[in-house]
């Protein structure tokens, strides 16, 4: 199928995907501080925003939790060498 629609195709492909390379800033991907060049960049963006913001508030429940099961050993452990002693 040389030459026929596969070929018009592929040289309308070939325009478009130039014409997008010429378009888009130099060193646009990797950076920080680039913005999406599409609607679906943008909301995907706006939801890794979401969820690192809730990760972060997982990590905070979780540290509050850990701080409380370490209190709540060492209670213990203070609590049982007392009851040894004695006291």
């Known amino acids: 199928m040389e030459g026929g629609v596969t070929g018009e195709g592929e ?34 963006r706006d939801a890794v925003e979401d969820l690192a913001s809730d990760v972060a508030d997982v990590k905070a429940e979780l540290a509050w939790m850990r701080r409380v099961i370490v209190a ?12 040894m002693a004695g006291w």
């Open 11 to 44: 040289r309308q492909l070939r325009e478009a995907l130039r014409r997008w390379r010429g378009a888009k800033p130099a060193g646009g991907m990797g950076r920080e501080d680039a913005s999406p060049g599409c609607v679906y960049g943008l909301m995907t």
């Open 72 to 83: 709540a050993v060492v209670s213990a452990a203070v609590g049982t060498v007392l009851r």
